[in-house]
């Protein structure tokens, strides 16, 4: 598999999809950075549930460590009674 190649100002998908926008037409490069921003939200959320999902499978043997307190047997307490 190859990588995907990348695309620059000068690249022929520009000149096909916006030709305003190597003009400056301000409503072009408003209409692209409205684009670049919304997926550059996804990929962080994405990024945020995949770091949530290392972390939980991080954390998760610690709760399989815990267990429930042994209970004292009656009559005998550890702990000081005050009277």
């Known amino acids: 598999m190859s990588p995907l190649p990348s695309l620059t100002a ?3 998908q520009v000149h096909m999809q916006f030709p305003q926008l ?5 409503t072009y490069i ?19 549930f995949l770091l949530l999902l ?3 499978v991080a954390v998760f043997p ?8 042994k209970i004292p047997i009656s009559g ?5 009674v005050m009277e």
């Open 22 to 26: 190597l003009i400056g037409d301000p």
């Open 76 to 80: 005998q307490h550890d702990a000081a």
């Open 30 to 48: 408003a209409i692209v950075d409205g684009l670049v921003s919304q997926q550059a939200a996804m990929i962080s959320y994405i990024d945020n």
């Open 10 to 12: 000068g690249a022929p």
């Open 62 to 69: 610690i709760a399989l460590l815990l267990r429930n307190p």
């Open 54 to 56: 290392i972390l939980t």
